[in-house]
Antibody, heavy 119, light 106 residues
Framework: QVQLQQPGAELVRPGASVKLSCKAS????????VNWVEQRPDQGLEWIGR????????HYNQKFKDKAILTLDKSSSTAYMQLSSLTSEDSAVYYC????????????WGQGTLVTVSA | DIQMTQSPASLSASVGETVTITCRAS??????LAWYQQKQGKSPQLLVY???TLAEGVPSRFSGSGSGTHFSLKINSLQPEDFGSYYC????????FGGGTKLEIK
């Protein structure tokens, strides 16, 4: 079965960076993009960007271009999102979700990683 | 950039009632629209894609409609498990989400 596994939580100091992971299983990793979505406390969903494991091509929401970097490790079927220069505004749950050109909606989601930025 | 506007932002209804949530796109998005349900502390779950196609396992009391710039999600005969938040999403281009609708028990 399709699974996207994410760590449950990360505690990070202000000004630091964090690298979140999303390990895929149950399908051919290179056949689906990995998307990342932010959800701030009691707020809605915001798409951050996506990476294509086939060729590592990335597309970003302009809002997150200077905040997030998407990478991946094909050998372990894992996608990563690095968030930099963290502030309290970046405290949120970050989800990964898969899609592709033929199935562009998000049918499968990870459980989300809660990032808390605090001294 | 395409903006997605949902209404209402919150809604209170009773079990057995029928409710409708609407989503408006700032420009024509054809039928590239999905709806998701999210329960507190959980990941969103896909309900509808391509505006009106129910995702696998979604009860038939849910229905999606619309095209172009106006869309709606209708829930017939609300069940206790239907309460939560609902989001529309333009599922192409920049994958923009609507602001969400919180459906609460009256």
């Amino acid at each position: 079965q399709v699974q996207l596994q994410q760590p449950g939580a990360e505690l990070v100091r202000p000004g630091a960076s964090v690298k979140l992971s999303c390990k895929a299983s149950g399908y051919t990793f290179t056949s689906y993009w990995v998307n990342w979505v932010e959800q701030r406390p009691d707020q809605g969903l915001e798409w951050i960007g996506r990476i294509d494991p086939y060729d590592s091509e990335t597309h970003y929401n302009q809002k997150f271009k200077d905040k997030a970097i998407l990478t991946l490790d094909k050998s372990s079927s894992t996608a990563y999102m690095q968030l930099s220069s963290l502030t309290s505004e970046d405290s949120a749950v970050y989800y990964c979700a898969r899609s592709n050109y033929d199935y562009p909606w998000f049918a499968y989601w990870g459980q989300g990683t809660l990032v808390t930025v605090s001294a | 950039d395409i903006q997605m506007t949902q209404s209402p932002a919150s809604l209170s209804a009773s079990v057995g009632e029928t409710v409708t949530i609407t989503c408006r796109a700032s420009e024509n998005i054809y039928s590239y629209l999905a709806w998701y349900q999210q329960k507190q502390g959980k990941s969103p779950q896909l309900l509808v894609y391509i505006a009106k196609t129910l995702a696998e396992g979604v009860p038939s009391r849910f229905s999606g409609s619309g095209s172009g710039t106006h869309f709606s999600l209708k829930i017939n005969s609300l069940q206790p498990e239907d309460f939560g938040s609902y989001y529309c999403q333009h599922h192409f281009g920049t994958w923009t989400f609507g602001g969400g609708t919180k459906l609460e028990i009256k």
